[in-house]
């Protein structure tokens, strides 16, 4: 068959669709943060001098810092088995960090609840063990996001690295085993640099994630552990200053997006999807 | 690499396998942990459970407000898969056999739900069906949901398309079908299991999905993600395990029947 325009139209529905539900309502979002009775930056100018809302920003930099840090800490080594055992217990392996990925996020927070709150079995084994004598605050605080979020955005980081890694040439690390090199420094000098846009892609992809994220950060947080996604939703249902919360919304959105495009230049988000297919 | 190619096993790789299997455990040991204690007999969530029982089952199949949002999360599911396996096969029968300008900014466009924090494409539609007030819907949920599947869909067909052997349906072209024909009973078939299996996941990321539906609920039409979220902010109660093991075994599903879909294309 030619491939012509002749197709173009089967993109008509789609389109429609995510322009009336998707792009339009978005545009209406930026719309309500510039104009209130005229357009205004107003309500820009109130995020830039409340200090509350430029702590919230600087928390949410961080957390998504400390969640992107460990994720690539702990992703890193199970990537590497991954990418290089036998393709079968590959495949076996990847299911055991598809399995979570496609849970829902609500249901993977709550099973972190029940393992970490004061009566959880995590502090009923370390009480058993006599490692500790009270239950450890493990919930409702900073530690407690972080591992629900790391756990969350792990596989993200996983598959990514995965998936690089899979394309590395393993003559290559063989080639340096034979000129000299030991298991270590093959690894450090060829097989590393080789994983770097792996590196790239799952950092930036897991910082940005990290950034919007709402249901494990409002359910494991404590009272100060708030996240720009919170404050959001704190404006729309409490406060219901709509406009202020779609400036809110519009400096996600504009961060996302600046964070997109530059992982877009070394990652495409469909390689995620190839152990899905 | 690692055990391959005889080479000798050196603390660093026990290292690396032994780090590799703890992360393994820590991605799997919550999901089953949660599944176990669902099953306990027990007034609190202990692990392993003391006893065995059914009883957080009992409680949340024999609650009507939970059965309500099985049938709401599962119409809405119903409805974006519907959507969204439309809307998206279409759009990728374009996108891999249309030649036209502007396929990589209809491509981008098309993924872009999947990059936007689903926190603001909920507001988003919250203040767009609040004004038209329409709330509290099962087609505006679904509708939402369509938007969020769209990606998941167009990635999973256009990959299955481009596997797909081209001179399959220019033999049956030149052997007189019409493109209509052509496609109905050549092309589809044989795509099949890639379309059942976006349409799989597409059912699932709407099930899933807590945010659209928490801005786009009514107090009567919630679903169960939603239902989860509102006890889970009064207390961590155990009849949730058996909910969340209830989706933990439609994930497992949809996985069991994608991989399944896939060996057979194999």
Same mark, same amino acid.
């Given at each position: 068959?030619?491939?012509?325009?002749?197709?173009?139209? *089967?993109?008509?529905?789609?389109?429609?669709?995510?322009?009336?539900?998707?792009? /339009?309502?978005?545009?209406?979002?930026?719309?309500?943060?510039?104009?209130?009775?005229?357009?205004?930056?107003?309500?820009?100018?109130?995020?830039?001098?409340?200090?509350? /809302?430029?702590?919230?920003?600087?928390? #949410?930099?961080?957390?998504?810092?400390?969640?992107?840090?460990?994720?690539?800490?702990?992703?890193?080594?199970?990537?590497?088995?991954?990418?290089?055992?036998?393709?079968?217990?590959?495949?076996?392996?990847?299911?055991?960090?598809?399995?979570?990925?496609? #849970?829902?996020?609500?249901?993977?927070?709550?099973?972190?609840?029940?393992?970490?709150?004061?009566?959880?079995?995590?502090?009923?084994?370390?009480?058993?063990?006599?490692?500790?004598?009270?239950? *450890?605050?493990?919930?409702?605080?900073?530690?407690?996001?972080?591992?629900?979020?790391?756990?969350?955005? *792990?596989?993200?980081?996983?598959?990514?690295?995965?998936?690089?890694?899979?394309?590395?040439?393993?003559?290559?690390?063989?080639?340096?085993?034979?000129?000299?090199?030991?298991?270590?420094?093959?690894?450090?000098? &060829?097989?590393?640099?080789?994983?770097?846009?792996?590196?790239?892609?799952?950092?930036?992809?897991?910082?940005?994630?990290?950034?919007?994220?709402?249901?494990?950060?409002?359910?494991?947080?404590?009272?100060?552990?708030?996240?720009?996604?919170?404050?959001?939703?704190?404006?729309?249902?409490?406060?219901?200053?709509?406009?202020?919360?779609?400036?809110?919304?519009?400096?996600?959105?504009?961060?996302? *997006?600046?964070?997109?495009?530059?992982? /877009?230049?070394? +990652?495409?988000?469909?390689?995620?999807?190839?152990?899905?297919? | 690499?690692?055990?391959?190619?005889?080479?000798?096993?050196?603390? %660093?790789?026990?290292?690396?396998?032994? +780090?590799?299997?703890?992360?393994?455990?820590?991605?799997?040991?919550?999901?089953?942990?949660?599944?176990?204690?669902?099953?306990? %007999?027990?007034?609190?969530?202990?692990?392993?459970?003391?006893?065995?029982?059914?009883?957080?089952?009992?409680?949340?199949?024999?609650?009507?407000?939970?059965?309500?949002?099985? &049938?709401?999360?599962?119409?809405?599911?119903?409805?974006?898969?519907?959507?969204?396996?439309?809307?998206?096969?279409?759009?990728?029968?374009?996108?891999?056999? %249309?030649?036209?300008?502007?396929?990589?900014?209809?491509?981008?466009?098309?993924?872009?739900? +999947?990059?936007?924090?689903?926190?603001?494409?909920?507001?988003?539609?919250?203040?767009?069906?609040?004004?038209?007030?329409?709330?509290?819907?099962?087609?505006? +949920?679904?509708? %939402?949901?369509?938007?969020?599947?769209?990606?998941?869909?167009?990635?999973?067909?256009?990959?299955?398309?481009?596997?797909?052997?081209?001179?399959?349906?220019?033999?049956?072209?030149?052997?007189?079908?019409?493109?209509?024909?052509?496609?109905?009973?050549?092309?589809?078939?044989?795509?099949?299991?890639?379309?059942?299996?976006?349409?799989?996941?597409?059912?699932?990321?709407?099930?899933?999905?807590?945010?659209?539906?928490?801005?786009?609920?009514?107090?009567?039409?919630?679903?169960?993600?939603?239902?989860?979220?509102?006890?889970?902010?009064?207390?961590?109660?155990?009849?949730?395990?058996?909910?969340?093991?209830?989706?933990?075994?439609?994930?497992?599903?949809?996985?069991?029947?994608?991989?399944?879909?896939?060996?057979?294309?194999?």
């Amino acid at each position: 068959m030619k491939t012509d325009g002749r197709h173009v139209w *089967l993109l008509l529905p789609a389109l429609l669709i995510l322009g009336a539900f998707f792009v /339009y309502p978005l545009f209406g979002i930026l719309l309500r943060s510039v104009y209130k009775n005229g357009y205004t930056l107003e309500s820009y100018r109130q995020v830039v001098r409340t200090a509350v /809302y430029l702590t919230v920003l600087g928390k #949410t930099f961080e957390m998504a810092a400390l969640v992107t840090v460990s994720a690539l800490l702990l992703g890193y080594p199970l990537a590497y088995v991954l990418a290089t055992v036998r393709p079968r217990l590959a495949r076996l392996l990847v299911v055991i960090v598809v399995l979570p990925f496609l #849970t829902s996020i609500i249901v993977r927070t709550y099973a972190w609840m029940v393992l970490l709150g004061s009566n959880g079995v995590v502090n009923q084994y370390l009480v058993a063990l006599g490692l500790t004598t009270a239950p *450890l605050k493990l919930l409702y605080n900073r530690a407690g996001v972080v591992v629900g979020m790391t756990y969350v955005l *792990l596989p993200f980081m996983v598959l990514t690295l995965a998936s690089v890694m899979r394309g590395i040439d393993p003559a290559l690390v063989r080639a340096a085993h034979s000129l000299g090199a030991s298991r270590w420094e093959a690894f450090r000098r &060829v097989f590393l640099p080789l994983s770097a846009p792996g590196i790239a892609g799952g950092t930036l992809l897991v910082f940005i994630l990290s950034l919007g994220f709402f249901i494990t950060p409002a359910l494991m947080g404590g009272p100060s552990d708030i996240m720009i996604a919170m404050l959001i939703e704190r404006e729309v249902e409490f406060t219901l200053n709509w406009s202020f919360a779609s400036t809110l919304a519009v400096i996600l959105l504009a961060v996302t *997006l600046v964070g997109f495009a530059v992982y /877009y230049r070394v +990652m495409r988000l469909e390689r995620l999807f190839e152990g899905l297919g | 690499m690692i055990g391959a190619e005889g080479q000798r096993t050196g603390p %660093g790789t026990i290292a690396l396998v032994a +780090m590799a299997v703890v992360v393994l455990a820590f991605l799997i040991a919550p999901v089953v942990i949660i599944v176990l204690v669902s099953f306990s %007999g027990a007034d609190y969530l202990s692990f392993p459970p003391p006893q065995l029982s059914l009883r957080w089952y009992s409680r949340f199949f024999g609650t009507s407000v939970w059965r309500q949002s099985i &049938v709401v999360s599962a119409q809405v599911a119903t409805l974006t898969m519907v959507f969204a396996t439309v809307l998206g096969l279409a759009a990728s029968l374009a996108l891999v056999r %249309g030649r036209f300008r502007g396929k990589g900014a209809v491509y981008a466009l098309l993924l872009s739900p +999947m990059i936007v924090p689903t926190i603001i494409t909920a507001i988003a539609l919250y203040f767009f069906f609040a004004r038209l007030k329409a709330t509290g819907s099962i087609l505006a +949920m679904a509708l %939402g949901h369509t938007v969020l599947a769209l990606p998941v869909v167009v990635i999973i067909i256009t990959a299955t398309l481009q596997g797909f052997d081209l001179r399959f349906e220019l033999a049956a072209l030149s052997l007189g079908a019409s493109r209509l024909t052509a496609l109905r009973r050549v092309t589809l078939p044989l795509i099949a299991p890639g379309v059942v299996s976006a349409a799989l996941f597409a059912f699932l990321t709407s099930f899933d999905e807590l945010l659209i539906p928490l801005f786009l609920a009514g107090v009567e039409v919630q679903t169960l993600t939603v239902r989860i979220w509102n006890s889970l902010l009064l207390e961590v109660d155990p009849t949730i395990a058996a909910v969340s093991s209830f989706l933990i075994a439609v994930t497992c599903v949809v996985l069991g029947a994608s991989a399944m879909l896939r060996r057979r294309t194999d």
